[in-house]
């Protein structure tokens, strides 16, 4: 008698969860039986609402030619660009298939059955599933106010503890660590955790507000900071991050990774994209304003928010998955995030100033039908 194919399996696979993404436009079209998926507002996944850096575009119609060969394996122009940009060496830089891909090497090199991790309760929940994969336990902090609890999850470390995961900002929260109190963190870590400082939406946020994690790396702390090409620079479709981090960590990542990891239109597109700082000024425009007319929004309809840094914002709703299907039926879509703890909310990615108006609109509908 042949096996069930699951009897096969590592039981701790069995067990393990499938993330839920974003719905994309076109299941929602088909389940839902509307003809034009255009019509469909897609506010689930934190994209960038005005598209791909258009020097990236480009590149990417130059790179097409190319595309008969391989990439190259070492990602070494676009290493080399961001070396330039932010000032490390290259070797402190290993480029991903999205950061998504990094932190599961980062499970990969550094977990394992007997280890920890910690996290807060609210961060984003990769980290729980990559600990999970590994066979690792998660000690998973609460939040206070929506926050990471710095000094709570200093104290949650152990002997045990390998990686610590801090989202910076977080995701579904849309908020940021005091930079003074990450600061005293980085102070106190002790030297047996190597710290995960998830940066990918750092973007976002004026320089003047971006905290200078890469100053732990030139000093050769056991940090990791994690940058992503998917949001800010709107090539999540490309699936493009990297890592910076000391090069004996670089080294670890490039060993469990697989050998042409990131495609050569990403590469193409990214490097350029790095260049293109007025996509960014653009993005971070659009991103001030539209969380501007959301929250005003939110207010008008009598609706708690927590005010976010970045494009996305938590709305309380009550019942947070029903309104979340609800509003399909309003062709938007946005997330449930009863997942990480807060059914009563969902999470809106902040839209064009056009798509802004269409949510609020539906929500309203929405909420009187279900108030
Ligand atoms: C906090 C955070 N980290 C990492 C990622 C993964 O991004 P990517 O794999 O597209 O680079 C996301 C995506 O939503 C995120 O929100």
């Not at 067990?15 to 507002?41: C, K, N, W």
């Amino acid at each position: 008698m042949s096996k069930n194919i699951h009897e096969l399996a590592h039981p701790w696979v069995r067990s393990l969860t499938v993330y839920e993404p974003g719905r994309p436009i076109e299941e929602v079209a088909r389940e839902l039986g509307f003809a034009d998926a255009e019509e469909i507002i897609k506010l689930a996944s934190n994209e960038n609402a005005i598209g791909p850096a258009p020097k990236a575009v480009a590149a990417m119609r130059r790179a097409v030619r190319q595309m008969h060969l391989y990439p190259d394996g070492g990602a070494f122009y676009l290493r080399r660009a961001l070396a330039k940009k932010l000032g490390v060496e290259m070797d402190q830089i290993m480029v991903g298939h999205g950061s998504n891909e990094i932190l599961a090497l980062l499970g990969q090199a550094f977990l394992g059955p007997d280890t920890e991790i910690v996290m807060a309760q609210g961060a984003f929940i990769v980290y729980r599933l990559v600990a999970d994969a590994f066979r690792a336990r998660t000690i998973a902090v609460p939040m206070q106010q929506f926050t990471h609890d710095l000094e709570a999850m200093l104290a949650a470390i152990t002997p045990q503890t390998k990686l610590v995961f801090i989202a910076n900002p977080n995701n579904p929260t849309g908020t940021v660590v005091d930079n003074a109190a990450l600061e005293r963190f980085m102070d106190q870590v002790p030297p047996h955790v190597a710290v995960v400082l998830d940066e990918a939406y750092i973007e976002l946020l004026p320089p003047a507000r971006q905290p200078d994690t890469l100053r732990y790396v030139r000093e050769g702390r056991h940090v990791f900071v994690l940058r992503t090409f998917s949001k800010t620079y709107g090539l999540a479709g490309l699936r493009v991050g990297y890592a910076v981090g000391p090069r004996a960590g670089v080294e670890l990542l490039n060993k469990v990774r697989q050998p042409f990891n990131v495609n050569a239109m990403a590469l193409a597109a990214a490097e350029a994209a790095l260049a293109d700082e007025a996509h960014v000024a653009r993005t971070r425009r659009m991103v001030a304003a539209g969380l501007r007319q959301l929250e005003r929004g939110c207010a008008r309809l009598g609706l708690a928010f927590v005010p976010s840094v970045v494009n996305f914002m938590l709305v309380k709703v009550g019942r947070g998955r029903q309104v979340c299907k609800a509003l399909e039926r309003e062709k938007v879509i946005v997330r449930p995030v009863d997942g990480y703890g807060l059914p009563e909310y969902i999470r809106v990615t902040v839209g064009t100033r056009a798509e802004n108006t269409h949510f609020l609109k539906a929500l309203e509908k929405v909420m009187k039908e279900n108030g």
